[in-house]
Each structure stands twice: as C-alpha cells, then as structure tokens.
C-alpha cells in the first residue's frame, strides 16, 4: 500500500536555506507534528535561482542547494523520526538563462539539428530557417527587424553581445574576425527580444524565454531527466513528488505511468488548475491535485453572500464600467493569443497546414490563427486530454461560430485534426491552451477586478463569490470519496495573496457600505490615476498591514504590470506608475493616508483573526492531506511572489512553539500569531498521531439563532468547529441559544483542553475554533 503522509510542511530550499538548514529544523517540524517535509525543486538551477523551477541540469542535486550529500542527511535523520520527504520536480522545461549553464542547451547551439540532444527540445527546425531563434537583442542594438546587431564580440571562443555567451560552431570562425559573419554562421540567431511574441520557434513554459520546453514525451528524454529522481527512490531518500505544470506536457497521463512505474508507485499530486465542476481525469496515477480547489472552497465557505451586489458596483462605479467576468477572461485570453503568446498560435497553424499537405498563403494564415485565438479565448477550462474533454473543444469551437461567422470555413478546416488525438496540431493545442488561460487569468484579469481580491486566487474563479456551507460539505464528502489523499492547501509559492491576507481581505464582504466609504475616503486624500486599481491595492495594503513600504512598492508594481491595461513590463507608463508608486508613499508619510489605512487594518484584525483561524482548521482537517506552507503556523501576510519567497525565523517559531501557549484573543495588529500557532501545532499532532480518526465526513447540524455562522463536521472520531461571518455574529448578538448535534459520546476540546459543550457560545468563548476528540479515544 502506498505510504501518505499525514501533512506536509513546504520549505523553499535555496543557496541561503540549503538542505543543512533543513535538517537543523527538523526537530521544530517534528515538535509541531509534520508529517513529510515538502521540499522545493533540488536538481541544479540556475545560479542564484531563488525557486528552482529553472532546472539547468537534472542530473544532479544542486551543489548550491546542498548536494547529494546533504539530502542523504536530511533524509536519515527525518526518516528516523518518522518523517518522510516529498520533492517537486519540474518536467516541463529547463532552463536556459546562461546557456553555458545547460549543456544540453549548448551543445544543441553549437551544433545544431546535428546535436545529440536537438531531439530533447521541442524546436520548429524549419521556422527559423534551420536555427535556434535566441531573443536577447535589446531595442538599441537592432535598427531593423533582419538587420545588423550592435554590439556582437567574439571572446574566449565564444560569441558575445553584452554579457551574454553562446557557443561557436566547430571552425565557423577560422576565417574572419567580423562578429557578424560569425553569428551568421552558427545554427542560432540572435533576435530582437520583441521577436518573441511572434517568432519564437521553441517552446517555453508560458511566455518565459529563458525556459524552454522539453519532449518528455521521447523515453530518451524521460530517461535523461529522471535518472537522478530515481536513484532518490532506488536509494530510499525520497518517499512522493509533487509534478509541477502537468499540463504543459503532451500526454499527461502518460507521463504520470512512466513516473509510477519509476517510483513505484509513490504518493504524487500534480500542480493542476481545475475549474468549477472539472476533475481530474479518473486514469491519471496520482493522489490529486495541489490544493488550488481546496483552497478555493475553503475561502469561499467564509465570505458573506450578502456583499456580493454592493461591492460589485463600487468596483463598477471606481473602474467606469466592468464587464462580466466570463467576457474578461475572453477578452484577456484573446489578447494574450495575440500578442505574447502568439508564436504559438502561428506554430500550431504551420503544423495544421502541414498536417493538410498545403503550402499556406497569408489569407489562409490569417484565417486560421484567427480560429485558433478564438479558440483559446473560448476554451473554459485550463486543457483537454483528449478524448477527456472532447465535449469541451466543440463547445469552444460552437461559441467561435456563434460570435465569427467570418471564421467559420476556417474552423471546419482545422477542428477536425484539433479532435484528432494523434495528430501533432491536436496535440500542441492542448499544450498551448493552459498557457493561455494561466496567462490571461492569473496574470491579467486577476488583477483588473477588484471587487473582493481575496477570491482572485489561482484555481479559483472570482465570479463564484460565496459558498453556501450544504453546499461546502457536499463537497468535502465528495472529495472524501473520491481523492482522499489529495493535497489541500491555503497558501504557496504561487498564491497571489497568502492566506491572512486573504482572510482580512474576506472581512469587507460583510461591511461593503463601510469597505466603499473607506476606499472614496482614500481616493478624496490621495487620488488615483486609476481608482479601480487603487481599490486592488488598498485591499492588498490593509490585507498585509503592517508591512515595508519597499514590499507594497514592489506588489503594486507587479500588480499594475500584470494587469496590463495603463502600464506593461515590456512597455512601462513611468508617468502612470509614478502615480501610483505615490499612493504607497502617501501611505507612510501622508498623515491623512496612514491614519485611514492604519484605523481600516485595526478595524479588520479581529474579524480577520476569526477567519483565518477558521481558514486554517478547515485546511488541516478536511479530507486530503494538508499542506502547510513555510511558516504559515503563525501569521502569515506575504502578497504574491517573490514576497512570499522571504526568509522565515524558524528561531523564533520554534522558542514559541517551546512555551506553553495559551488560546487568546487578538491583541490587535501587533498580535504574533500564537493561537494560530497552537490550531496548527494540535491539528498536525493528532493527523499523525491518530490518522485512524480520519477516515470519513459527516456534516455536524447546528440549531439556533446562529447556526448560521457555524460550521462543524465529523472526520469519524475528530470534530472540526469554525465560525463564519464574524462581523455579522456581533451584530447578531453572538451565539445566543446555538448548538451543534455533536455525535453520540463525550467530546474533548484538545485546543482547550476541556470538555465540549454542545452549546457553542461556551465551545468558542475563547476561540473561534475548536478541535473535539471522543474522551474515550
């Protein structure tokens, strides 16, 4: 039977926290009740890689992480406390920042379609003319498109253009000293970093030049960059994996064989985005998912239902007009097809023409790339797998018809081999589409609504605001059935918000009239080029506060970039981001600013403090295994990457952890975060301890004037009590005569460490949560 953990504990391993640093807190996760470490990409990145999806070479372990030494370290001494390990492996790409770096990558530069290794990467030979397209020329140093590239030198045996260096082709230099005539005979060419967008004849993940995708697709490739992941299984030092971006790779579920046949089958849970109402392919060997959908549910089971309509229009009213989400995500994922993401449109287009056995003129081109945007802006989910997911494309394909008529002939062309399985054009657009939409979704349109951003989440889906809790538990039983073992989670490394962020920012669904009348307060003392955006931003300043004013400057200038309507990375507005780097600064030195900002974060800690308490239980008891990430045992503030890759002071937690903790209420915004510490130290305890007291889900009822505000359920042996809405249960009065129909026997509050009462006004008099255990087990 394979193992599964009990939880996992996510460490981002990097040259500052390397596998010793790991193993000197192994006593601190093991006194908190981890189950497996969750350890961050090993295999040699590139050099100062902060997060290791960057693989340059996966042969080995990377030094600067640590080395294959220190992993058998870590791995001894976790194992003989009973810990496992589980890796993140990244299978899609590697990276070829530095081509010196990857060999694979070099040698294919240096000698082209010749290369043992041109069959590793997944390269449209013939669109570039016979060459690798390398987009690094910067705009100064091309005049025109085809032209002449400045500053091109030949150095060390290299060809050089500013820093960067690429190889030279055996004797391709032996006869001239001009830099140009020797770029021109290499099997690359250096292209205007724009070029990209359109040109571009290798596959990325998403729209990053510097990693390029490979065809783990060929067992060569699988076994060229697996050898290293399996030894770790041959060797017993590594117990499960996590897959990062599966739907990058051509046959997922294919893969996912190949992998369990490696590991033997292992405990492994792939980084997949489900939509509402999508599940994983039934085929796929693996646990589950990350937890996106989890996370999802979990924020959604706490928000007010009532706040949906008013904040919806102050977002309307700031922004001057909002369109329906759905036509958002279209017109974003549209416009992604069309520009950044374009090359590989026009690559899926050379390959249907191929496919037809037609030499392509520019009507036919135009016609079909056409169809294919439209295509990608209509698809609903991330991908197909085919046949899984048939039904989705010709829904796709229905709404192209509907809305261009003008594409029509063009669409009975190419759907056909789209639907096809086998056929390259089919198989590529899978590929493609998840791009898309991550590109269009979590990197643009999350960040053009503001209505409550707390829901802007990855894997989530905005316009689904609230969740009723019949609904939440009907699905928490359905997971329980069918993905038991899947990972659940509340923040990431990826999360745009991490989970107290959101949790404050959850409150203003409660009090929109108040949240409305604060942000017109904000706008009147510091006016905004761009009030829809300052709504974003102020939720995102109140979620963290306090915070650096050098972490909000640098989240509103990720923010605003990504959302890509007033300013761009590749395209900056210095005039329009100038602005709104002066509503950060008037949120430190602007006395009128602060004073608001600081009065609406106060006026959030306590209800924040209730739901992220909450937030926090349900992760780590409902069905699946929960994931706690790096130091999210107390409070945890970060906004979205890289502030989320910050140190953690495992120093501090651990003398915390080492102290008695008394259950208290919020001290204000200086809180540390104790209690949080203590749910999480109980709830990771007793899921080791007694996993056998987690083998179900049955919905606890509640009675009374507050039932409303509770939610409360059966694990078979543990209940989990947490309280929703924790502005509205004040106004109500509190619990009053509300009581919960506890399972038959005598229950025990470990959080508290007395008996339970039905009656909820005593059961959370000191907390908003609580974890029952039957006295007699």
Do not use: C
Request: glycine share 8%; no cysteine; aromatic share 8%.
């Amino acid at each position: 039977m394979t193992p599964v953990p009990s939880s996992t504990y996510r460490l981002q391993i990097t040259e500052d926290f390397d596998l010793d640093a790991a193993f000197a807190v192994l006593p601190y996760l093991d006194e908190l009740g981890v189950g497996w470490l969750y350890l961050s990409p090993l295999l040699e990145a590139h050099p100062g890689s902060t997060h290791g999806y960057d693989v340059v070479d996966p042969g080995r372990i990377d030094p600067a992480r640590g080395g294959p030494e220190a992993l058998e370290r870590l791995s001894a001494e976790a194992h003989r406390r009973g810990i496992g390990i589980v890796v993140d492996i990244v299978p899609n790409h590697v990276g070829i920042e530095s081509p010196a770096t990857n060999r694979w990558w070099w040698d294919v530069l240096r000698h082209g379609r010749d290369s043992r290794f041109a069959t590793f990467f997944d390269v449209d030979w013939a669109a570039g003319g016979g060459k690798v397209l390398v987009p690094v020329v910067g705009d100064d140093d091309l005049a025109e498109p085809n032209g002449p590239i400045g500053n091109l030198h030949v150095i060390d045996g290299m060809l050089g253009y500013h820093d960067h260096r690429f190889p030279l082709a055996p004797g391709s230099d032996g006869d001239t000293d001009d830099p140009r005539v020797v770029h021109d005979r290499q099997h690359y060419r250096l292209v205007g970093w724009r070029a990209a967008d359109q040109h571009l004849n290798y596959r990325r993940f998403f729209a990053v030049n510097t990693l390029a995708g490979v065809r783990i697709e060929d067992r060569d490739v699988f076994e060229a960059t697996h050898a290293e992941i399996g030894r770790w299984f041959r060797e017993g030092l590594v117990d499960g994996l996590r897959v990062d971006h599966p739907d990058g790779l051509r046959h997922p579920a294919a893969y996912l064989d190949d992998l369990a046949g490696l590991t033997g089958s292992a405990w492994v849970v792939v980084e997949k985005i489900l939509e509402p109402g999508e599940e994983l392919p039934q085929r796929w060997q693996t646990a589950g998912t990350t937890g996106y959908d989890a996370l999802a549910l979990i924020d959604r089971a706490l928000v007010d239902p009532a706040g949906e309509t008013a904040l919806g229009d102050l977002d309307d009213r700031l922004r001057g007009g909002v369109p329906p989400w759905p036509e958002l995500v279209r017109d974003n994922k549209r416009q992604v097809a069309e520009t950044i993401l374009n090359a590989e449109v026009r690559r899926i287009a050379r390959e249907l023409a191929r496919e037809l056995d037609i030499e392509p003129a520019q009507a036919w081109r135009a016609d079909v790339e056409g169809a294919l945007v439209e295509l990608f802006a209509a698809f609903p989910v991330y991908r197909s797998y085919l046949p899984d997911g048939h039904e989705v494309l010709t829904g796709a394909a229905d709404v192209v018809r509907r809305d261009r008529p003008d594409l029509g002939t063009a669409l009975d062309q190419v759907l056909p081999l789209l639907e096809d399985r086998v056929r390259a054009p089919s198989l590529r657009f899978q590929q493609t589409s998840g791009m898309v939409m991550a590109k269009g979704v979590e990197d643009r349109a999350f960040y053009r609504w503001s209505r409550l951003t707390s829901l802007n989440e990855v894997g989530a889906d905005p316009d689904h605001f609230a969740l009723a809790p019949v609904d939440f538990h009907a699905a928490m039983a359905r997971r329980q059935e069918r993905t038991p073992a899947a990972m659940t989670t509340l923040s990431t490394h990826d999360t745009k918000r991490s989970e107290d962020v959101r949790a404050r920012i959850a409150v203003l669904a409660e009090d929109p009239a108040w949240w409305s009348e604060t942000v017109e307060a904000l706008l009147a003392v510091a006016p905004a080029p761009d009030p829809g955006f300052a709504n974003l931003l102020w939720q995102a300043a109140l979620g963290a506060w306090p915070l650096s004013r050098d972490r909000l400057h640098a989240y509103a200038e990720k923010a605003m970039r990504e959302a890509g309507d007033r300013t761009s990375w590749t395209d900056p507005d210095p005039t329009y981001e100038k602005a709104v780097h002066a509503l950060v600064d008037a949120a430190y030195y602007d006395t009128a600013v602060r004073s608001i900002v600081e009065a609406a974060a106060e006026r959030l800690a306590g209800p924040g403090w209730s739901n992220a308490l909450s937030a926090k239980l349900l992760s780590l008891t409902i069905p699946g295994v929960p994931d706690v990430y790096q130091g999210s045992e107390l409070w945890e503030r970060s906004l979205v990457d890289p502030d989320n890759r910050r140190p953690v002071d495992f120093e501090l937690r651990a003398s915390l952890l080492s102290d008695a903790i008394p259950p208290a209420r919020p001290t204000g915004l200086d809180d540390p975060g104790l209690a949080k510490l203590h749910v999480v130290r109980h709830a990771l305890r007793l899921r080791r301890d007694r996993p056998d007291l987690f083998g179900g889900y049955t919905p606890v009822p509640a009675t009374g004037s507050a039932a409303g505000h509770v939610l409360a359920f059966d694990r078979g042996g543990v209940v989990a009590v947490v309280t929703r809405l924790p502005l509205g249960l004040a106004a109500a009065g509190g619990w009053g005569d509300t009581r919960l129909e506890l399972p038959a026997g005598r229950w025990l509050d470990v959080l508290t460490n007395r008996p339970a009462d039905a009656a909820v006004a005593g059961l959370l008099d000191t907390l908003p949560v609580a974890l029952l255990v039957r006295e007699e087990a």
